[in-house]
């Protein structure tokens, strides 16, 4: 009886000891990100609510911007590690200068995928202004000179065959902003993300006059960090970016599928994730579900269309001649990327 008792309580013992032993779980990385609230912005809100980040041992921290340069802005400066959101000059710039570094992709114009719209304001649209071809002679509003919204209306300018001094450009800052010069008919014209375009043309505030998929696909938005990041810390990002493709393939599963007839397919799941985009957008369901951009499942970049852009904004002088594309594009994080240059 005195070698069984003293056997137990060895055995407890022993097990107590091991799961001593074992200790606590090692605490998670905290990474920080700078994003909009756009749709766009989609697999990062449901890598943070669907356990993805926490699953790589991530604790993420969101900080919100209301434009694009200011997200790139936070990454440079160390006020955060990861950013997402459009490309433009500024991004460019700074990534010439050896800051940020894209790392996979966030979302692109893809033909079929409705993302941005031209969005003309009411009173423009009685004056004539009801298609694409009537821009010339306009005042069109762009958050900043450099942006994506310049771009795309730059890249547009050369497929109908208009010069861009024939558009005058009204630099508003924000999308706030630019929303609200376009209700108020401050500015003929705008681009707007579909959740805010779609919007305005349901309550009657606005007209969408035409969508960028249709004219000018392009690889919009990225994932980035800094090379001190990456030098750093390379198995957070590594981290990261698997939490984000986890998410874009959960998007992908979700949102991106067709049927026979090429109309979209909602997944079972579909309105679970459209209630986390919710939270964090602020649009209504309706609206997101005719608002939802292509996002690539794998993260894989357009990485020609990347070279393309650094070389009109360089031919626009908006962009360093010394930037070199290829310098600021970090192609081994995820694999297959697409239409890459020899």
């Known amino acids: ?5 003293w056997l137990g309580a060895w055995c407890i013992g022993a097990l107590a000891g091991v799961a001593l032993g074992a200790g606590p779980a090692p605490a998670a990385d905290k990474v920080s990100v700078s994003a909009l609230t756009f749709v766009s912005s989609a697999p990062l809100f449901i890598a ?10 991530l604790e993420v921290e969101i900080k919100f911007f209301t434009a694009a340069q200011p997200v790139a802005v936070a990454v440079t400066s160390g006020d955060a590690d990861f950013g997402t959101t459009g490309l433009t000059a500024g991004y460019f710039n700074l990534a010439g200068k050896g800051t940020i570094t894209i790392v996979c992709a966030q979302s692109r114009e893809e033909r079929g995928w409705e993302f941005n719209a031209y969005v003309a ?3 423009a649209y009685a004056a004539g202004l009801t298609g694409l071809d009537k821009l010339p002679g306009r005042n069109f509003g762009i958050s900043t000179i450099g942006s994506s919204h310049h771009y795309m209306l730059g890249k547009l300018a050369e497929r109908r065959g208009f010069a861009m001094d024939q558009v005058k450009l009204a630099p508003l800052q924000t999308v706030p902003n630019m929303i609200a010069a376009v209700k108020s008919g401050q500015v003929d014209a705008t681009l707007l993300p579909a959740q805010y375009a779609n919007d305005l043309q349901a309550k009657g505030e606005a007209k969408v006059i035409g969508w960028v998929h249709e004219e000018t696909p392009w690889q919009l ?20 970016v698997r939490a984000w493709v986890a998410a874009a393939s959960e998007y992908d599963a979700e949102f991106q599928k067709r049927d026979a007839q090429g109309k979209r397919v909602f997944g079972p799941n579909a309105d679970a994730l459209i209630a986390i985009i919710q939270k964090y957008t602020k649009a209504e369901p309706a609206v997101i579900k005719v608002s939802l951009p292509y996002i690539d499942p794998q993260g894989r970049l357009l990485v020609r269309d990347l070279y393309d852009q650094v070389r009109w904004y360089q031919a626009q002088n908006m962009v360093d001649k010394t930037v070199d594309a290829k310098a600021i594009v970090d192609l081994s994080f995820v694999k297959g990327h697409l239409d ?3």
């Open 340 to 342: 890459v240059p020899n």
């Open 121 to 123: 304001s009411n009173q």
């Open 221 to 240: 938005g990225a994932v980035f960090t800094s090379p001190k990041m990456i030098a750093e810390r390379r198995p957070v990002v590594e981290r990261f």
């Open 1 to 5: 009886m005195v070698v069984s008792r």
């Open 48 to 57: 943070q609510d669907r356990g993805h980040f926490a699953k790589e041992g």
